[in-house]
Every structure is written in C-alpha cells, then in structure tokens.
C-alpha cells in the first residue's frame, strides 16, 4: 500500500508539473512590451483580487466565437423573454426562439508571428484560476520565469492556450508613478488570446465562473459551463456583416472594414475600467486610432466606474468569510460601487470591514 501511495504521488506531482508546463504554454518567449524596471512592477497591481459588478448575468447556453484575423471575440447566449439588460456599448440583443439573444464582443490578442494559434476548430473549456497574480511560467527557450498575470482570470480551452489578462503594462503619465494594464490587440502573443483585464472578468462572469466569489490564488478550477470555444480563421459576422469592435488595433491587426468596405460591417462599442474619479489607473492617450477612422481612441471617454474593482491581496483573509456568510458564497453586486465610495471618502485603499458589507 505504501508503494502504491508513493506510485499515486509521483503520478500527481507529475501531473502538476505538467500541468504547469501546459499553463505557461502561451507566454511570449519575448516581453519586449512588459515594463521589467523595478519600481513600476511594484506600482502596478500584481497581485490583486478582481471582481466583477456588472449588469451582465451568467447566460444560457453561452459559446464563443474567436476570430484570429478580426482580433475578436464573440460571447453568444441566453436569457429569458422579458430580461432587461442596461444599453451596453458592447452588447446587442434580439428576441430568438421565445427568449432574449444576448451578443457580447470583445477586442482580443492572437499569436505573434513565429508563434502558433489555436486551429480552426471547435473546443471546451478544461480549466480556469479565476485569480492569477504575478508568477512563473514555462517556455521552451526561456525555462521558468516570471509572467504578469495580474490577477486577472485564465480560462484555458486548448492544452495551454486561454483567454486571459492583457501582460502588459505602462506608465499612466499621472503623477504617482503608476503602471496601468491594457490590451495590445494584435499578433503579440505566444498563441493565446490577451484581453484587457476587466473584459476578462466579465467574461468569465458571463461563462458561469462567479467573479464575485474570494477564490485562493493559482487555484484551479474545472468551469462547469458547457460553452463551446469556436475558433475561425476568417472575420467573424453577425447578421449578415463582419463583426469589429470600436478598440484600437496594433501589429498585424486588419480590421474588417479595410478589407470588405465600412458598410460591410457591423461595430460593436467598447468599454474600460477604472475605480479612480480622476481617471488616474487609465492608459495614457496613445494616438491609437479607433473603429472610426481617424480618430483616436479615448479611454477616458470609454470608462466606466463601478463594474469591475479590485482588492489587495491582504485583504483578502478579511474578505473571504464576509462573502461566505452571504446567498451562494458571493459578494453583493454593488460591491465594487460601495468599494469605490469607501476609497474615495478615506482616501485610501478600504479594509473589507469598512465597505460596508
């Protein structure tokens, strides 16, 4: 018995090992765009919690559709007749079969070139750490090393190949030297799809993985949702017109429009995160062009407050048991706006005890 222990051990250290290795499958073997100087890692948010207060609740039936050449990607789902939704820039809905169609798009990242994506195909999701901070990866040219996940969920669908957090960062230009994430949308990964951090949460949110639960950091989970990933190498449509969002496109992204004519297309709005009234945790102005052609896209003029937030992760002891005690284990879906109130009225970051819970 004693040996057959040991034997049972081996087999699942090795299939942590493994399991590991095919996590930090899609890591760029390059970070060229990660900012490596000292300081500005420790003045980003790299190990904080997110949360998820939106308006959008899990859906019925849900599948994705990701688009490798549209750098998009497509949650479609259910709810039932009469459902009222908010007017979403990023949404679009329709009566279908007795029920509400629900149609959320998001701006992705694909593979660098060298690098490979996942092949067209049809594929289900196996695992998700609902909070991945800051930490090591394996590559084959660069071994174990560190990765900024940023807390943010990683829902793996193919081996190793998810949808996750953006990876990179830069200075906001604010004073306060603070280093704020967003999305490049374009070929800059290693094969899997980036997304800006709290489109990521909602995502996961949509798909049925709760973001308004305290879950331990790198714990990994199998999704209980039976959503369907579809990858297409072609531009993804709906209604009969090419599907693009209004975020901006970077290295190697072609937007529909260019190729097929604008009134080919259908564009979906966009949308950014930020839990400060000043704007300061937004990306700076890039001169990035958005969906409309020769204008630049304005992250201040897309946030919105109150939908997604974050705790540090020492707070999150404290935090843990407040959720438990509540209906289902979750944090009410005020939670972010009652956070935000709490920081902006100390000044400060708030202790799980003084939100108000």
Same mark, same amino acid.
């Given at each position: 018995m004693l040996g057959e222990t040991s034997q049972m051990s081996r087999l699942a250290l090795l299939a942590l090992v493994l399991g590991s290795f095919a996590l930090g499958a899609c890591v760029a073997d390059t970070e060229e765009d990660i900012e490596s100087n000292e300081d500005a890692i420790v003045s980003r948010k790299v190990d904080d919690h997110w949360f998820y207060s939106g308006p959008l609740p899990t859906l019925q039936n849900p599948s994705v559709t990701a688009s490798l050449v549209g750098h +998009?990607?497509?949650? +479609?789902?259910?709810?039932?007749?009469? +459902?009222?939704? $908010?007017n979403l820039p990023h949404v679009k809905t329709k009566a279908e079969d007795g029920k509400l169609r629900v149609d959320v798009v998001y701006p992705i990242a694909t593979a660098a070139p060298g690098k490979s994506n996942s092949r067209p195909g049809t594929y289900s999701f196996h695992l998700a750490k609902p909070y991945r901070p800051n930490g090591a990866a394996f590559t084959e040219s660069e071994g174990w090393h560190d990765v900024p996940w940023g807390g943010f969920p &990683?829902?793996?669908?193919?081996?190793?190949?998810? &949808?996750?957090? $953006?990876? +990179?960062?830069r200075d906001n230009e604010a004073p306060g030297d603070l280093n704020v994430w967003y999305? @490049? @949308?374009?070929?800059?990964? /290693?094969? #899997?799809? @980036?997304? =800006?951090? !709290?489109?990521?949460? !909602? =995502?996961?949110h949509v798909l049925g993985i709760s973001m308004r639960k305290v879950y331990a950091a790198n714990t990994a989970i199998r999704p209980t949702t039976t959503a369907k990933v579809k990858v297409i190498a072609d531009y993804d449509s709906y209604e009969g017109k090419y599907i693009d969002v209004d975020y901006p496109t970077d290295n190697g992204a072609k937007r529909p429009a260019a190729v097929h004519g604008a009134d080919k297309v259908v564009m979906f709005g966009s949308w950014v995160a930020t839990e400060m009234p000043d704007g300061k945790d937004l990306p700076p102005d890039m001169k990035w062009e958005g969906g409309v052609s020769g204008r630049y896209y304005d992250f201040q003029g897309h946030a919105v407050q109150g939908v997604v937030c974050s705790m540090p992760k020492s707070s999150l002891a404290a935090l843990k048991p407040l959720a438990a005690a509540r209906p289902g284990g !979750?944090? $009410? /879906?005020? &939670? #972010?706006?009652?956070?935000? /109130? #709490?920081?902006?009225r100390l000044g400060r970051t708030c202790k799980p005890s003084e939100i108000g819970l």
């Open positions: +998009t990607a497509r949650v +479609t789902g259910y709810l039932p007749a009469g +459902t009222q939704l $908010p &990683f829902i793996a669908y193919n081996g190793g190949i998810a &949808f996750h957090g $953006p990876i +990179t960062d999305l @490049r @949308r374009g070929q800059v990964s /290693a094969g #899997c799809n @980036r997304m =800006m951090g !709290e489109h990521v949460v !909602e =995502m996961s !979750e944090l $009410p /879906a005020d &939670f #972010c706006a009652k956070k935000i /109130a #709490c920081d902006e």
